[in-house]
């Protein structure tokens, strides 16, 4: 009773298994249709930096609003994706749209970092460097400008190739972080030995910041040590003043969300940078 991947199939194990499979390719013939017909889209989360006040950039998050299905969780329909395979034509894509943006936004905040997430597979497709060489060239947009974040359970699967993979972005110049540091199962002096700039502390860290002790002390003592090993630490989840002063007395570096801007489509996020200046 389960159902196990293998290559770029799902095996399927059994009756309940072959409906949510049909369900999934479905979904995800419906995810092809409706990206042709302009229904995904990016919403970009600011990103602050806690030493200067400053916004610097911003997450790219997929939106997919289906005139079919409503709101689809990107959590949901990327895990589909990656199960049925759509996922390396959907990153494929998602590189090319957030990275042309990123082109367009050149003259007007040319120092943007603009972070786009990579799934688990993604850092199997050894392809992936020659892609990002590929598009970056297409949009004129240096890889110093690009921030890949990755996940700890995506690196320590087939942590060979995924090593291999990340040098070769890190040497072309691309940032690299690890995305919902703390909820998986490395240890820092493990990432320390990949080639990342940054690390992310997950929000279920920092939600509650301002009321846990124990987050307080897990926060505080990752970022020291974060930085002991020579990495700039981002903190997600920040819905509330108390959690962001925090932060920046324990000397974090940088910090997204809601209490700062929910992400939100391209122009009213340049709206708010403009705001910002
Ligand atoms: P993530 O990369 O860890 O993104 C952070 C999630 O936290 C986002 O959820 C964001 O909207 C949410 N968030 C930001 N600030 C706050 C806050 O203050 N409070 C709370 N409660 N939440 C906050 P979202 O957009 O639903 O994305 C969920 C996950 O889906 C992402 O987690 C990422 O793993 C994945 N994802 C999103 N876009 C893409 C994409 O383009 N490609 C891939 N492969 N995955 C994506
Ligand atoms: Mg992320
Ligand atoms: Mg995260
Ligand atoms: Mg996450």
């Known amino acids: 009773d389960f159902a196990r991947t293998s290559g770029e199939s799902?095996?399927?194990?059994?009756?309940?298994?072959?409906?949510?499979?049909e369900k999934y390719l479905s979904l995800m013939s419906d995810l092809r249709e409706e990206l042709s017909q302009g229904h995904v889209k990016f919403a970009f989360q600011p990103k602050l930096n806690l030493q200067t006040g400053d916004v610097f950039g911003a997450e790219a998050l997929i939106r997919w609003i289906s005139p079919k299905h409503g709101f689809v969780p990107p959590d949901e329909f990327i895990t589909m994706a990656e199960q049925t395979g759509d996922i390396k034509h959907l990153t494929s894509w998602a590189l090319g749209q957030i990275i042309e943006q990123v082109g367009k936004w050149k003259k007007e905040f040319p120092e943007f970092l603009v972070a786009?997430?990579?799934?688990?597979r993604d850092l199997q497709n050894e392809n992936l460097p020659d892609l990002l060489r590929m598009i970056t060239r297409e949009f004129e947009v240096a890889p110093e400008r690009i921030c890949l974040e990755v996940t700890e359970s995506a690196?320590?699967?087939?942590m060979k190739r995924a090593l291999k993979i990340l040098n070769e972005l890190a040497d072309m110049g691309f940032y690299l972080s690890i995305d919902d540091y703390g909820t998986g199962y490395s240890s820092l002096a493990y990432i320390k030995k990949l080639p990342v700039h940054e690390l992310k502390i997950d929000k279920a860290f920092v939600l509650n910041l301002a009321t846990s002790p124990e987050d307080q002390i897990l926060v505080q003592s990752t970022i020291d040590l974060?930085?002991?090993?020579?990495?700039?630490?981002?903190?997600?989840g920040v819905e509330?003043?108390?959690?962001?002063a925090l932060l920046k007395q324990y000397g974090c570096d940088c910090a997204q969300g809601y209490f700062i801007s929910r992400p939100v489509f391209v122009s009213e996020f340049e709206d708010f940078c403009r705001d910002q200046k």
């Open 240 to 244: 509330d003043e108390q959690s962001l």
């Open 226 to 236: 974060a930085h002991n090993l020579g990495m700039k630490v981002t903190a997600e």
């Open 116 to 120: 786009v997430n990579l799934s688990t």
């Open 155 to 158: 690196v320590m699967g087939d």
């Open 10 to 21: 799902f095996v399927i194990c059994n009756e309940e298994h072959k409906n949510s499979q």
